[in-house]
């Protein structure tokens, strides 16, 4: 197991830039896959991006590829979300989730595939 605690949200307008972290305690963080979720209001919690346990791989929802990336640093136990070009759909509160399991990749996109969970960081985008 490992706690999960994110920081790095805020306020930003429309187009602009913000990095989320999330720190991971446990020493087997490095042997997890990562990924960011995000809740709207008013909404279900969905899935954003995911990295495996080399930081080789990744994989984003369509809404957000190539305006943001995730990446990890195993030395400091720290997963990362860039936000670039953010749009005011991309207000949320974001969600740092680890998993320990082997699944298939389309289970790393649901909720259901992680036992980890950060308290979540709230990001606002005004338009």
């Known amino acids: 197991q490992v706690q999960l605690v994110e920081s790095g949200g805020g306020l930003v307008q429309a187009g602009g830039s913000l990095r989320l972290s999330c720190a991971a305690s446990?020493?087997?963080?490095?042997?997890?896959?990562m990924a960011w979720f995000r809740q709207a209001p008013g909404k279900e919690r969905e899935f954003v991006a995911r990295?495996?346990?080399?930081?080789?791989?990744?994989y984003y929802v369509d809404s957000v590829k190539g305006r943001f990336t995730i990446s990890r640093d195993n030395a400091k136990n720290t997963v990362y979300l860039q936000m670039n070009s953010l749009k005011s759909d991309d207000t949320a509160v974001y969600y740092c989730?680890?998993?320990?399991?082997?699944?298939?990749?389309?289970?790393?996109?649901?909720?259901?595939?992680?036992?980890?969970w950060g308290q979540g960081t709230q990001v606002t985008v005004s338009s």
């Open positions: 989730a680890g998993s320990s399991a082997i699944l298939p990749d389309s289970a790393l996109t649901r909720v259901t595939g992680y036992g980890n």
């Open positions: 446990g020493r087997t963080f490095s042997s997890y896959v």
């Open positions: 990295i495996n346990w080399s930081g080789r791989y990744t």
